[in-house]
């Protein structure tokens, strides 16, 4: 069996506080859709006739004392949405950290087995889904937390390698997973080409998405001076730059414009974003992404 990629004391505080949250509203992870369409579920929707085969139990027997015909009990249909995880297993999320910093893949990686282990507290189905180039092989988790182990191994067991295509694994996202549902994406959001387009696509397409983007501090903010040469960790490319520490700060500038580009598509889509560096310790990082989604679901739900 696989290293643990949380641990137990991690594991029970995500479990409570999932509980919390499952029992005020309803969704945190996962979620349900209402559907136009009639049958099993919680909210009472219309009668009809009884006919030969239909359940005795929705039969309204009330009806029947009055009227001596039989009406069946019509609920409004909940289905669940499809949860799908991405988990981002270029090279570049290996790129080697500052010391006493985690890799940003190992970070990805507790990331969403800690977003799974909530999806399964709550029964729903996650499919973990790495990608490089192109979609991997998946993994569906289900069947309650007690489940939890096949996913650790799972996560475990991926290596990074190869380069980011979000072109390319936006348009094989949507032929391959043609229902619509609920997408987090664990990753960078590094790309030679555009990033902004390809997430856009899986949005219009009908994928609510959840970004979580994480960098390492190196990444972000350098403190780099002189002539230095700078190697692509996926192209093995080498640039050769002079930098002082103006170039530094406008460099860091950029970065966070870009990372703001990837927030805004997010929010303007009617989906959510949240950002991390890898410095961050992983359970302040897990919690603040949850927390978020709890606030806007809370929200949703006192203006429903």
């Not at 609920?182 to 219009?204: G, N, Y």
């Not at 949240?274 to 919690?287: K, R």
Request: proline residues 4%; charged residues 25%; contains cysteine.
């Amino acid at each position: 069996m696989a290293t643990p990629l949380l641990d137990r004391q991690l594991l029970e505080r995500l479990e409570r506080l999932t509980i919390r949250w499952h029992k005020s509203f309803r969704g945190l992870v996962g979620g349900h859709n209402t559907s136009r369409y009639a049958g099993p579920g919680q909210e009472f929707l219309d009668h009809r006739h009884f006919h030969q085969g239909d359940d005795l139990r929705a039969v309204n027997w009330r009806a029947y004392l009055r009227l001596e015909k039989l009406f069946l009990k019509m609920f409004q249909v909940e289905p669940r949405t499809p949860v799908r995880l991405l988990v981002d297993a270029s090279l570049s999320m290996a790129a080697s950290p500052a010391p006493g910093e985690a890799s940003k893949f190992d970070y990805a990686r507790r990331m969403a087995a800690a977003l799974t282990f909530v999806g399964l507290v709550r029964h729903d189905s996650v499919l973990v889904q790495p990608f490089r180039e192109r979609l991997e092989d998946s993994f569906l988790a289900s069947g309650g937390r007690h489940r939890f182990g096949p996913v650790n191994d799972f996560l475990a067991a991926l290596e990074p390698g190869g380069k980011t295509d979000y072109l390319h694994i936006a348009r094989q996202f949507i032929s391959t997973y043609t229902k619509p549902g609920l997408l987090l994406i664990v990753s960078d959001f590094l790309d030679d080409a555009d990033v902004l387009r390809p997430l856009q696509h899986l949005a219009d397409f009908g994928n609510e998405l959840m970004l979580i983007q994480i960098w390492s501090d190196s990444e972000r903010t350098p403190h780099l001076s002189g002539d230095v040469v700078l190697t692509d960790a996926e192209s093995g490319a080498d640039m050769e730059l002079t930098l002082d520490a103006e170039a530094c700060r406008a460099y860091t500038q950029a970065f966070d414009r870009y990372s703001g580009a990837i927030e805004h598509l997010a929010l303007q889509s009617g989906g959510r974003y949240t950002g991390f560096s890898s410095s961050v310790p992983l359970d302040e990082a897990i919690f603040q992404a949850l927390d978020q989604t709890g606030a806007d679901l809370q929200r949703a739900a006192r203006s429903a």
